[in-house]
């Protein structure tokens, strides 16, 4: 097993219902991801983009497959553990399309909110969270609510939230499609950033081809399997 790989998916098939509202996903998927790569996933409204990031995210259950996350090994024809939770804390972060900040939370607040239900000590998460501010260029926000943020700067907080438990991978769907180019630029360059200097693994959804560029691979879901363009 490469020490480089933060995710392997092997013979991975996922359906939704039966009979007449079978709906038959992801056939028979097979990848690695790398750390350290930003990786764009793109397809076709419906093709399974969502329902992919959710199985290597430990939130939504293969039929069966293999799913190994960094050596470990998570789901095979069933989850491995019975602690997805655990993993999903350890090891992942998620960024989606909205910000999903909590309006009545200052920003820092925001950011220390899981960490605290997970028990790290405050001290600790504040720091690592003014790191984070800092990092993104927005530690003078730390008291300010979301309201009085941009679109582009609350979108900055949830990917520092999505880092806040130093992920080794992050699952970003559609990140961007509330941006405008140039925020979107600055977002993808960010995760870009990221996956360099943290080495983390980051899947993206993306329907803007203009971000691509960004990006270390493309990964399609085609005919339901996986390509890499
Ligand atoms: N919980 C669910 N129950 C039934 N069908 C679902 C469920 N989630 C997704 N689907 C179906 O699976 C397919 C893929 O959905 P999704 O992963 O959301 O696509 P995408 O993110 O690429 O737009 C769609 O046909 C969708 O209707
Ligand atoms: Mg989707």
Redesign the pocket.
């Known amino acids: 097993m490469s020490k480089k790989q933060a995710i392997k998916v092997e013979n991975l098939k996922k359906s939704?219902?039966s009979g007449d509202a079978f709906?038959d996903?992801i056939q028979n998927a097979n990848f690695t991801i790398n750390k350290g790569e930003l990786v764009a996933l793109v397809?076709p409204?419906?093709?399974?983009?969502?329902?992919?990031l959710m199985m290597l995210g430990c939130v939504d259950k293969p039929n069966s497959g293999t799913i190994w996350l960094g050596d470990e090994k998570v789901y095979e024809n069933a989850w491995l553990t019975k602690e997805t939770r655990k993993i999903r804390r350890e090891k992942i972060g998620f960024i989606f399309q909205a910000h999903y900040l909590i309006p009545f939370l200052n920003i820092i607040d925001n950011l220390t909110l899981l960490p605290q239900a997970n028990r790290i000590k405050d001290s600790e998460s504040k720091k690592k969270a003014r790191e984070l501010l800092k990092y993104f260029d927005i530690a003078e926000k730390e008291n300010a609510m979301p309201s009085q943020l941009s679109g582009g700067q609350n979108q900055r907080v949830a990917i520092a939230r999505a880092l806040m438990n130093n992920p080794e991978i992050i699952l970003a769907d559609e990140p961007t499609a509330a941006l405008d180019m140039n925020r979107s630029t600055d977002v993808v360059k960010m995760l870009k950033k990221i996956a360099i200097e943290q080495d983390v693994a980051i899947v993206m959804?993306t329907h803007d081809d203009r971000m691509l560029q960004y990006c270390d691979k493309i990964m399609k879901i085609e005919n339901k399997g996986i390509v890499f363009e």
């Not at 409204?45 to 992919?52: D, E, I, P, R």
Request: a positive charge.
């Open positions: 939704f219902g709906v996903v397809a409204s419906g093709a399974g983009k969502t329902t992919l959804v």
